[in-house]
């Protein structure tokens, strides 16, 4: 069965601290992304890959940054995290074909004191 | 660009009566659409899609889709409503005719179908 795998469930982290989360994804899919999710805002795009070290910012990558080293791996770096960043992060994965579905995995929801 | 919106943010149904969650979309080439399904404390799960072909799409758990180009909506449907279908809904859009793989979620919808 296809398996996208967000490292943590829930993390807990002060204002200013370096955040890394981690996503893995066993599909051999060229795309991945992430999101995050908000009451009311639904899923907002942050950054999305095409390819190895390849990336592309989506609707609101302020303050955050991605890495995609191996094609399975693609991180999500917030480099001085921040109260407004406390949000449920998801990340996905999809072949490479614009009419594909994505498959996301459980998420992760990061809570910034 | 395009974009995705869902006027409701909830959706009361009683069980065994249809169900229909609106969704709204605007491109600038031909629509790519997707319904996905949040349970708690899940991530998003794949419904249905609309590519091309028959305007009605049909997809998991008994669930369906119209494609309507002139009122440029895809609202998702299902014939009788069960308490298990009680769930955060979202609708999705990748723009075909621009080069990007970006796929647009709308902001979700609700819905709750009671006993």
């Known amino acids: 069965d296809v398996k996208v795998t967000q490292s943590s469930r829930y993390l807990v982290k002060r204002t200013g601290e370096k955040v890394f989360l981690e996503c893995v994804q066993d599909?051999?899919?060229?795309?991945m992304f992430w999101y995050r999710q908000d009451p009311g805002l639904g899923l907002r795009l942050i950054y999305f890959s095409y390819d190895v070290k390849m990336k592309e910012k989506g609707d609101i990558p302020e303050g955050y940054s991605v890495s995609r080293e191996k094609k399975e791996r693609f991180s999500l770096i917030l480099e001085s995290a921040s109260t407004n960043q406390t949000s449920m992060y998801l990340c996905a994965s999809s072949l490479f074909t614009a009419n594909e579905k994505l498959f996301f995995g459980s998420g992760t929801q990061l809570s910034v004191l | 660009a395009q974009s995705v919106a869902q006027p409701e943010d909830q959706v009361n149904v009683a069980e065994g009566n249809p169900l229909t969650v609106k969704c709204t979309y605007s491109?600038?080439?031909?629509?790519?659409l997707f319904w996905y399904v949040q349970y708690p404390n899940r991530g998003l799960q794949f419904l249905l899609k609309y590519i091309t072909g028959d305007n009605l799409v049909k997809g998991s758990y008994g669930f369906e889709a119209e494609f309507n180009k002139s009122q440029t909506s895809f609202h998702l449907k299902k014939p009788s409503a069960l308490v298990s279908d009680s769930a955060l809904y979202f609708c999705a859009v990748r723009d075909g005719g621009e080069n990007t793989d970006k796929l647009i979620f709308g902001t979700g919808t609700r819905l709750q179908v009671f006993p």
């Open positions: 599909m051999d899919h060229e795309n």
């Open positions: 491109v600038s080439g031909n629509p790519y």
